[in-house]
């Protein structure tokens, strides 16, 4: 992630390293025939914001209007995994946020004891509300060995209750459960994988009740993936169960090579960087407000990775920041991009997305190691010179400007990102017109 922050990119390689993939391409479409941006009357400003490549990737099976949210087990846990964490994981997200709204304040940091008699509090008030539905369960949760009938099996130490029975808890507090496999004959951790198996694999999955399959690259014996990841797509399609399908291929650099396939986005098919670092340590409050800035703008699937029953208060209000998460859910669907740059090493970077209501968002990010000022100007953003925007801060939640004309000026400090969004003030006024 060039200079977000050395210790994220050491933490990107980290992950490259053990777990062989840095990124996902999400192919979970309902059917679209045409992007919904280029069917309005909002149509892309100048040629920046490309969606030519949408939907070639899709399959059809009704899901991903929207990039999904939730959380995965693996950048916090690792294989230490077990049905404990994955209920308490649930459980203690809400209290957390039951805390917060109920006291005006931050709780404190630590662990709370899940209270089963405002369960219904908590789901209503909670994260969930805020579209983290998914709890997604990573590699480490199978045996290493199929049993006698060729079926992929739980650990029996981690996972004693099964599958089934952890999906029919989480079900239970109105959320969803992810699984996780591999396109290969093993996964990362040398569990066995499902490759040559993929229909009594994603039936399997069915029957168990889960929502979610995260498929990933490891000993995949050279094929390639144009042959290995179609046949688990055909195969949840014929499940007889909506299951979301998110691939894995290794990639490095993931903002910027994100970035490039920003063609292929859209309602029912994201791109998807990898999982939120938020929380997880070796950054700064600033390059985690970052982080979540630019995600929720390509709109790459928000998945918390920490342990989310010990945030601290800084962690919390980044996940829960309802603007920025606005950003990212908006119906629109197309991916922000990185539109200009400039300075030493190209450090100083704009980035912007259409949105709904003919909308722009514009995220200005610092990644050299002084504070500066980046300036946006409306032709890099592919706006007339003559447009008059009102300009909100999505991290202050307040407006900044309400006529800027020609282009926006901010200080950001080091290695941090200033989200806005810029609207029309003239009713005949409108992006890229």
């Known amino acids: 992630m060039a200079k977000i922050a050395g210790n994220l990119a050491l933490k990107c390689l ?17 059917v679209l025939p045409v992007h919904p941006y280029l069917q309005s009357n909002e149509k892309p400003i100048s040629n920046i914001f490309d969606t030519s490549k949408y939907g070639i990737l899709q399959i059809k099976n009704g899901l991903a209007d929207t990039p999904q949210m ?14 404990t964490v994955i209920k308490e994981t649930e459980c203690f997200r809400h209290t957390w946020i039951f805390s917060s709204l109920w006291k005006h304040k931050y709780a404190p940091q630590g662990s709370f004891i899940c209270n089963f008699n405002y369960t219904d509090a908590l789901i209503s008030t909670g994260l969930a509300k805020l579209g983290y539905i998914y709890v997604n369960i990573d590699d480490c949760w199978s045996g290493t060995k199929r049993n006698s009938k060729g079926q992929l099996v739980h650990d029996p130490k981690t996972f004693p209750s099964g ?4 999906a029919d808890y989480v079900h239970s507090k109105g959320l969803k459960l992810g699984i996780y ?3 290969g004959v093993f996964t990362c951790q040398v569990r066995a994988g499902s490759l040559y198996h993929e229909y009594d694999d994603a039936a399997l999955f069915a029957s168990w009740g889960v929502d979610y399959l995260k498929y990933d690259n490891c000993f995949n014996l050279g094929i390639k993936p144009e042959k290995r990841y179609p046949p688990m797509r055909d195969a949840l399609n014929a499940s007889g169960r909506a299951i979301f399908y998110s691939i894995c291929e290794c990639m490095t650099a993931i903002a910027d090579i994100n970035d490039k396939w920003a063609p292929y986005a859209g309602p029912g098919g994201w791109n998807d960087p990898d999982m939120l670092e938020v929380g997880n340590g070796g950054m700064t409050y600033l390059e985690y407000r970052a982080h979540f800035s630019i995600w929720a703008l390509m709109k790459a699937p928000l998945l918390v990775g920490c342990d989310v029953r010990n945030m601290t208060a800084e962690t919390f209000e980044i996940l829960s920041n309802e603007e920025v998460i606005a950003v990212n859910q908006d119906r629109l669907g197309v991916q922000g991009r990185k539109v200009y740059v400039y300075g030493n090493d190209n450090c100083y ?26 300036t946006a100007k409306w032709d890099a953003l592919g706006l007339d010179s003559s447009i008059t925007v009102s300009v909100r801060d999505l991290w ?11 282009s926006f000026s901010a200080n950001v400090d080091s290695h941090s990102c200033e989200m806005y969004i810029f609207t029309p003030q003239t009713e005949t006024a409108s992006f890229g017109h």
């Open 163 to 166: 599958i089934k029975a952890l």
């Open 14 to 30: 980290h992950i490259l390293v053990l777990y062989v993939y840095v990124t996902s391409v999400v192919l979970a479409a309902r």
């Open 70 to 83: 939730g959380w995965n087990s693996w950048n916090f846990f690792a294989c230490n995994i077990n049905e």
């Open 396 to 406: 202050k939640h307040k407006f900044v400007s309400a006529n800027s004309v020609g």
């Open 349 to 374: 970077q704009i980035w912007a997305g259409p949105l709904s209501g003919n909308r722009l968002t514009v995220a200005l990010w610092n990644r050299c190691s002084k504070p500066a000022t980046i």
């Open 181 to 183: 496999s591999d396109a």
